[in-house]
């Protein structure tokens, strides 16, 4: 059975910068895309881009001059790094299998504040 | 980017009844890229529906999806208490992927 387990920090200052990891067990990272997703009460679900095991990365063009998206494929782990934070970025982010995503991290909720 | 639109934005049925929930797209969107989630207080979603009508690994099959083009449905045939949640459609064809708003269907 394919799990995912995500850590990462979830209170940060604004302008600082939000580092997440996911770690994929029960199976390889494969022939799948991996995506990073956050939810707020504002914004619903966003999707904020993906990434495969060759390195290849699609972004949501609206994050895309902040986020970075990196693989360990040793580690069977991926890993989401947002820049420059604002409160507007608060939100659980997760981590999931596919586009259409049928796996799911357990969520980290990221509060942005002074 | 694709906008999608899900109405209602709240359903209100008892236990038993069927369920229709609706999801439209602001252009066109491959049946192979249309997913529907549920989502319970405190959970991450849970996949029920990918290719607009094919049933996730373990999704009762009270729940069907179809539709084409720009409008989708989900329709839950009788519902069981455990079906209250909120619902989302998530088309991954075209990026950005985008998701609905949401339908909360609860308990009448």
């Known amino acids: 059975q394919v799990q995912l387990q995500q850590w990462g920090a979830g209170l940060l200052k604004p302008s600082e910068t939000l580092s997440l990891t996911c770690v994929v067990s029960?199976?390889?990272?494969?022939?799948?895309?991996w995506s990073w997703i956050r939810q707020s009460p504002g914004k619903g679900l966003e999707w904020i881009g993906e990434?495969?095991?060759?390195?290849?990365?699609n972004y949501n063009p609206s994050l895309k001059t902040r986020v970075s998206l990196s693989i360990d494929t040793a580690q069977n782990q991926f890993s989401l790094t947002l820049y420059s934070m604002t409160a507007a970025d608060s939100a659980v982010y997760y981590c999931?299998?596919?586009?259409?995503?049928?796996?799911w991290g357990q969520g980290t909720l990221v509060t942005v504040s002074s | 980017e694709i906008v999608l639109t899900q109405s209602p934005g709240t359903l209100s049925l008892s236990p038993g009844e069927r369920a229709t929930l609706s999801c439209r797209a602001s252009?066109?969107?491959?049946?192979?890229?249309l997913a529907w989630y549920q989502q319970k207080p405190g959970q991450a979603p849970r996949l029920l529906v990918y290719?607009?009508?094919s049933r996730a690994t373990g999704i009762p099959d009270r729940f069907s999806g179809s539709g084409s083009g720009t409008d989708f449905t989900l329709t839950i045939s009788r519902l069981e208490p455990e079906d209250f949640a909120i619902y989302y459609c998530?088309?991954?064809?075209?990026?950005?992927?985008?998701f609905g708003l949401g339908t909360k269907l609860e308990i009448k």
């Open positions: 999931a299998r596919g586009g259409g995503s049928d796996y």
């Open positions: 029960g199976g390889s990272l494969g022939i799948y895309q």
């Open positions: 990434i495969n095991r060759s390195g290849n990365t």
């Open positions: 252009q066109s969107v491959s049946i192979s890229y």
């Open positions: 290719g607009a009508s």
């Open positions: 998530q088309q991954f064809g075209t990026s950005p992927y985008t």
